[in-house]
């Protein structure tokens, strides 16, 4: 079995922080890419960020600049770090792990639950 379990969304206003949190269990051979999608009412999902074993990131362009994603490998735990955020950044944000696992012969993508964020005055 593989979990992973997100933390750190919440209610922000215009202009605020948040810091989102996604830890990577069980029986794990190897993590590759790691990263984060979001879906926003109404709207498709959409990439956020990603960042490679080797630390490599991409962003989605509405994020650039605003946004860091991080890893610690140690843990197998990924980061959002999320600045200036604005009301469209509203969404619930589910993070994902390229992964093997043990005794499986495949990688495969895991995802965690998901976690609101909401950006209001």
Do not use: H
Not at 16 to 34: E, K, Q, T
Not at 73 to 83: C, D, F
Request: aromatic letters at 10%.
């Amino acid at each position: 079995q593989v979990q992973l379990v997100e933390s750190g969304g919440g209610s922000v206003q215009p202009g605020g922080s948040l810091r989102l949190s996604c830890a990577a269990s069980g029986s794990i051979f190897r993590i590759y890419d790691m990263g984060w999608y979001r879906r926003a009412p109404g709207k498709q999902r959409e990439l956020v960020a990603t960042i490679t074993k080797s630390g490599t990131t991409t962003y989605e362009d509405s994020v650039k600049g605003r946004f860091a994603i991080s890893r610690d490998n140690a843990k197998n735990t990924v980061y959002l770090q999320m600045g200036s955020l604005k009301p469209e950044d509203t969404a619930i944000y589910y993070c994902y792990a390229d992964l093997w696992r043990l005794g499986v012969p495949m990688r495969s993508d895991y995802w965690g639950q998901g976690t609101q964020v909401t950006v209001s005055s």
